[in-house]
């Protein structure tokens, strides 16, 4: 899932900085990079996740 996720985004960036709106790249209006930063805290944190339960179940803990 989180990969699905990364691929998405990875995407993302790219068309944000292509796409124009009004003049001007989709990627400079302040409201999307907050959606930009928020996707990106989101995906990070739930790989961590991941990886914590991974290396939870790892040493047999519950």
Excluded at 18 to 31: A, L, P, T, V
Excluded at 42 to 54: G, K, P, S, V
């Amino acid at each position: 899932m989180v990969g699905i996720c990364q691929g998405a985004f990875d995407k993302t960036i790219p068309y944000t900085k292509e796409r124009k709106q009004f003049g001007q790249r989709i990627f400079d209006f302040q409201g999307m990079q907050h959606q930009i930063a928020s996707l990106a805290t989101e995906i990070e944190a739930a790989r961590l996740l991941t990886y914590n339960a991974a290396r939870l179940r790892d040493a047999k803990l519950p």
